[in-house]
């Protein structure tokens, strides 16, 4: 018996829910797949299927052997991929993560292209704006906007600035007036991207003039509080206050007049932290012919 032949097999029979369907996707006989099953849990001494007229399905230990075989099958491929990533030739699975609301805006567009100019690359994007873990998601590649960590188990590297804006509407400006120093922003309301403490605390944005080390900071406050830039900026539209946004996210409602920018001779940073949009990976993918080409890729469309 062809064992690796007999785990693949147990896992098609498992998705499938039976011998028939198993074998029309792996393209055999349904009798070679019935006799490779029978083998297999003659080999275990141990029941892995419960067979039905209906259906096939898993018994208590065929269930707890397939999640095993599963990553053991996954590890194999990642392994013998890892090999053949090494070469010059960019190909197989590369699997990144991307923030929503940037993917949607910035990188999303650029993804096909990318597909048509490696006709080898299998691409899998997982939009998430939670913190993935890169190995337990098996990530090559995460594209992340913040303040890259000092991490000794990470490689990390800038992809682009992140300017942001102060912006408005222009019939909250009217209700409420125009801020003239950053200082009067303490007296506005401020919808605010949550870094916790809910919408009672307090938030330090910090302005600096361009060419300028010193910065003056200013404490806001407002009654939104989201971790969703894309709501921050419609509530903004639509009269809620003050936000400090990208400028990748809000510059076209600048440009047409649905925001106005405050303070466009400043630097504008929150809780004193500029932000900028890099790539991470594990030093398992440094060597990565796909992890280095999507890295060109990226920087030239940014550039």
């Not at 849990?41 to 065929?62: I, K, Y």
């Not at 990144?96 to 805006?105: D, E, G, H, L, Q």
């Not at 998430?128 to 873990?133: E, G, M, R, W």
Request: proline share 4%.
């Amino acid at each position: 018996m062809d064992k690796l032949l007999a785990l693949t097999t147990l896992l098609e029979v498992a998705d499938s829910g039976g011998f028939a369907k198993a074998a029309r996707r792996l393209g055999v006989a349904t009798s070679s797949v019935m006799r490779l099953m029978d083998s297999l849990e003659a080999s275990l001494g141990a029941a892995l299927l419960t067979r039905t007229p209906r259906r096939v399905s898993l018994t208590d230990a065929g269930a707890a052997y397939v999640e095993q075989v599963s990553r053991l099958l996954d590890e194999l491929a990642e392994a013998d991929e890892s090999v053949l990533d090494r070469g010059a030739e960019v190909a197989g699975a590369l699997r990144i993560t991307v923030p929503s609301a940037y993917c949607r805006a910035v990188l999303g567009p650029h993804l096909a292209a990318f597909v048509r100019e490696h006709p080898r690359v299998a691409l899998d994007v997982l939009v998430a704006d939670h913190y993935v873990d890169l190995a337990l998601e098996r990530i090559d590649v995460a594209v992340r906007i913040g303040v890259p960590a000092s991490d000794p188990n990470l490689i990390v590297r800038t992809l682009q600035e992140n300017p942001r804006w102060v912006v408005a509407s222009a019939d909250y400006l009217a209700r409420a007036g125009t801020p003239a120093t950053p200082a009067d922003l303490a007296a506005h309301e401020c919808a605010r991207i949550g870094y916790g403490g809910g919408y009672r605390a307090r938030q330090a944005w910090s302005f600096a003039r361009e060419q300028e080390e010193e910065s003056e900071v200013v404490n806001v406050r407002g009654r939104l509080v989201t971790n969703n830039v894309d709501m921050l900026r419609d509530a903004v539209r639509a009269g809620q206050g003050v936000a400090l946004l990208p400028q990748w996210l809000v510059q076209e409602e600048v440009a047409d007049g649905a925001l106005e920018r405050l303070f466009v001779d400043y630097r504008v940073a929150a809780q004193g932290r500029e932000a900028v949009v890099y790539a991470a990976w594990l030093p398992n993918r440094r060597h990565s012919s796909k992890v280095r080409a999507l890295l060109a890729f990226v920087q030239a469309r940014l550039s």
